[in-house]
């Protein structure tokens, strides 16, 4: 069995700064560096690093970045025979200052991202009676997105929505296709209309969007830790103790770690700790795939807690 990532492809152009500037501010970098990135990458990449065997679909575009990001994919181990390289335009890019703190803004440029369309969702469904989830972000068109969890859920498949970069207005009909959706608090936010700030607050948005046919919900609230509210039970997983120096991907690392637990067979509450620790790790290191741990990294930061 396996894991499909249906999502994003990008090329990271990471900028280090003493702080993140303000409107209209220029200020001097520290460092610079290339990656490959993507939400739907990522946590492909995060999967995969922890074992599991993980395909991705998505595009990449007519440029030198495409190359460069498909050898990526595959020495992480993944499987990119169903990525599509679109002649048609470039690759995603995303621009990202990270600061001193470890935080960050990012600006993305969908680029072949926003051609997925229907030929993936044709790849996709080649690949789902082998699958145990499907993750989904929203780096791709949203009706494409609808279209993947509809064709999942149809194979029963379990679909794993991150509704990231934030849409307020979520077709309805996504809802009930969702057996879990991982937002952070800002999305969670977004999605309610009231913000989300603490565990309490975490549990009345996830009953807002059960209410909305949304089986399982995982609110991530960063460096305090995640809650998770099911249809019997609501629980807290405190964040674990990390020298964090840079917290982009750790939201997908989550996923990736999340996702991996479910495919191995462990109950929702293992596998919100795994995607704690997955996420955790992820930010003791800069950069988005290369920071996404190794099993036996992993395994050993699980077994010094015990």
């Not at 993507?38 to 074992?51: C, D, I, M, S, Y």
């Not at 969890?149 to 969702?178: E, F, H, N, T």
């Not at 704690?276 to 992820?282: I, R, T, V, Y």
Request: aromatic fraction near 4%.
């Amino acid at each position: 069995m396996s894991i499909i990532v249906f999502g994003s492809i990008n090329i990271d152009l990471a900028a280090k700064t003493p702080r993140l500037p303000q409107p209209g501010e220029t200020i001097i970098g520290s460092n610079f560096f290339t990656a490959g990135g993507g939400k739907g990458a990522n946590q492909a990449v995060a999967a995969a690093r922890l074992g599991i065997s993980t395909h991705l679909i998505g595009r990449v575009g007519n440029d030198k970045f495409a190359e460069e990001l498909l050898t990526n994919l595959q020495f992480y181990g993944l499987n990119t025979d169903n990525i599509l390289i679109d002649k048609s335009t470039h690759s995603g890019v995303a621009i990202i200052a990270v600061d001193d703190s470890g935080q960050n803004n990012i600006i993305v440029i969908p680029g072949a991202n926003n051609n997925v369309g229907e030929a993936d969702i044709e790849r996709l469904k080649k690949l789902l009676p082998e699958a145990t989830s499907l993750l989904l972000q929203l780096e791709i068109p949203l009706e494409v997105v609808l279209k993947a969890a509809k064709v999942a859920s149809q194979a029963g498949v379990r679909v794993i929505l991150d509704p990231a970069p934030a849409v307020a207005d979520l077709p309805l009909a996504l809802y009930p296709l969702i057996d879990m959706i991982t937002p952070n608090e800002v999305e969670a936010g977004q999605l309610v209309g009231f913000p989300v700030n603490n565990p309490e607050t975490a549990i009345l948005a996830a009953k807002q969007l059960q209410e909305r046919g949304v089986k399982n919900v995982i609110v991530k609230l960063g460096d305090r830790g995640a809650v998770a509210v099911t249809a019997d039970e609501s629980f807290f997983v405190p964040a674990f103790a990390v020298g964090a120096i840079d917290t982009v991907a750790a939201g997908d690392a989550f996923n990736g770690g999340l996702a991996a637990a479910l495919d191995g067979g462990r109950s929702l509450s293992e596998a919100v700790v795994w995607g704690c620790a997955a996420g955790a790790l992820c930010t003791t290191k800069v950069g988005a795939q290369v920071a996404m741990c190794d099993r036996a990294t992993f395994d050993n930061f699980l077994d010094n807690l015990i």
